[in-house]
Nanobody, 115 residues
Framework: QVQLVESGGGLVQPGGSLRLSCAAS????????MGWYRQAPGKERELVAT???????YYADSVKGRFSISRDSAANRMYLQMNSLKPEDTAVYYC?????????WGQGTKVTVSS
């Protein structure tokens, strides 16, 4: 089993920045992909960004150039630096880890972008 705990959410004004963290613990597969997803009120959960063990990244078009995903594999942590935040970025952000045929989710951290 893998446990994922997100932190770093909160209220921020449009144009502001936040940094989300995801801490992984438990039996973490040595080869895995980690990612951030988000779910806005009344909408489906959507992919934001992913990062592999080797550091390969993928971003949804809606966040390219504004968000940056990174990971510290030694510390079993993943980060999402969010800049130039917009009201439409308001959502609960979830951490996900996929490896060894299994997928795990964190409990989510809420991000609200509002003036």
């Amino acid at each position: 089993q893998v446990q994922l705990v997100e932190s770093g959410g909160g209220l921020v004004q449009p144009g502001g920045s936040l940094r989300l963290s995801c801490a992984a613990s438990g039996s973490i597969p040595s080869i895995n992909v980690m990612g951030w997803y988000r779910q806005a009120p009344g909408k489906e959960r959507e992919l934001v960004a992913t990062i592999t063990n080797g550091g390969n990244t993928y971003y949804a078009d809606s966040v390219k150039g504004r968000f940056s995903i990174s990971r510290d594999s030694a510390a079993n942590r993943m980060y999402l630096q969010m800049n130039s935040l917009k009201p439409e970025d308001t959502a609960v952000y979830y951490c996900r880890l996929i490896g060894s045929g299994s997928a795990y989710w964190g409990q989510g951290t809420k991000v609200t972008v509002s003036s």
